[in-house]
């Protein structure tokens, strides 16, 4: 879905199509040929008015991704990946993280590994591929933390107006 839409630090005024469709689909995205026409239905709108409310927020950096979430390594092959990064250089090699589409996002911590990001691909032997790549690119080193045991968190928030 390309690189994260910059960081708001003002609120948004979403609409209500927005709200009914954060409110609805923090979990249970339908896995069906065409989803958004699915949340549609669900939310009374059109599959076009949802395509352009979630782009909206994407645009405004509301929204960083959407679709569905598996458990991990059930589909292909994921891992958590760490960097320290120098501050100076942490937008820089964030932006060349987040133009793999292997990589589902990524954020800073306040810690010495500062740059954490998700990778997910078809295969343990392409996530080495584009760890490898990015510790070229970067020329600095990227921790892999595979999973050991998992943990299921629940993403999901109330929101302000729910």
Avoid at 69 to 87: C, D, H, I
Avoid at 127 to 155: C, H
Wanted: aromatic share 6%; net charge neutral.
């Amino acid at each position: 879905m390309g690189p994260p839409a910059p960081r708001r630090s003002a609120p948004l005024p979403l609409t209500q199509l927005q709200r009914a469709l954060l409110d609805r689909f923090q979990r249970d995205f339908p896995l069906v040929a065409r989803p958004f026409a699915a949340m549609a239905k669900a939310v009374g709108a059109s599959e076009a008015e949802v395509i352009v409310a979630l782009a909206e927020l994407r645009e405004a950096g509301a929204l960083a991704r959407v679709g569905a979430t598996l458990a991990p390594n059930r589909a292909g092959a994921s891992t958590l990946a760490a960097m320290a990064v120098p501050s100076e250089r942490l937008e820089e090699v964030a932006d060349l993280v987040s133009a793999f589409p292997e990589v589902n996002h990524n954020y800073e911590r306040e810690h010495r590994f500062n740059l954490w990001f998700v990778v997910t691909a078809e295969s343990r032997t392409r996530i080495e591929e584009v760890l490898a790549t990015i510790e070229a690119r970067s020329g600095l080193p990227v921790l892999d933390l595979p999973l050991v045991r998992p943990f299921k968190l629940d993403l999901g928030f109330p929101l302000p107006w729910s």
